[in-house]
């Protein structure tokens, strides 16, 4: 099945420093998401990007997608400690089908 | 809203039990999904529903485990007899259409 795979799988960083994360996918989409889980929580949603869409902004995040490469990053600007989660991307089949398929995330370390 | 509301939050059951976990979703939202999240295998899809009716079930691993949705506002998930590989957090999430999935807080469970 198609799956959204991370990279890096781990990543550290200092505070200030900007974070970029990246999601490679299989086959054809109608958009892609961007989750981020905190320690023993639920997955948040950030940013949806549609496959017609190259870039999008939200607050510090910066999101690029490329239909050619099937690839996607995201960005996070100005890094908190705060920010220190896994992130997640995750596409649609698109087939007109509301499931995600999510990959195995990256897992952030903001370093104060 | 309060969001997706999962229960119970923890479970401890001995192998052979029942377990059934609930979920009421975001009000208005017509997709419900229920997702179990393990160290190995990450993030899979155990079932998807559409205005209460299933439509994709194939992640659900064997018999032991069945979902309903017998309205808008509550589902739940049963796994019986419970294994010990059925350890996990299970989260269910809901949206409106594709517009990005809420999650609840999931149910985390241990089969002993």
């Known amino acids: 099945s198609q799956q959204g795979e991370e990279d890096p799988q781990a990543l550290s960083i200092q505070e200030g420093e900007n974070a970029t994360m990246n999601c490679s996918y299989k086959t054809s989409i109608n958009n892609l998401q961007w989750y981020r889980q905190n320690s023993g929580r639920g997955l948040v949603h950030l940013i949806l990007i549609r496959s017609n869409e190259r870039e999008k902004h939200s607050g510090r995040l910066r999101v690029t997608l490329d239909t050619s490469k099937k690839s996607s990053s995201l960005l996070i600007t100005a890094s908190r400690a705060a920010d220190t989660a896994s992130y997640f991307c995750?596409?649609?089949?698109?087939?007109?089908?509301?499931?995600?398929?999510f990959g195995k995330g990256t897992k952030l370390s903001v370093i104060p | 809203d309060a969001g997706v509301i999962q229960s119970p939050r923890h479970e401890v059951t001995e192998m052979g039990q029942e377990v059934t976990l609930r979920c009421k979703p975001i009000?208005?939202?017509?997709?419900l999904f229920w997702y179990r999240q393990t160290m190995m295998r990450g993030l899979e899809l155990l079932i998807y529903f559409n205005n209460n009716v299933p439509i994709d079930d194939s992640g659900m691993p064997e018999d032991r485990f069945s979902a309903k949705m017998p309205n808008a506002s509550f589902s739940t998930l049963k796994i019986q007899p419970s294994e010990p590989r059925d350890s996990a957090v299970y989260f269910c999430?809901?949206?409106?259409?594709?517009?990005?999935?809420?999650f609840g807080s999931g149910t985390r469970l241990t089969v002993v």
């Open positions: 999430a809901s949206s409106f259409q594709n517009y990005g999935y809420t």
């Open positions: 009000s208005g939202h017509n997709s």
């Open positions: 995750a596409t649609d089949s698109g087939a007109g089908s509301y499931q995600l398929t």
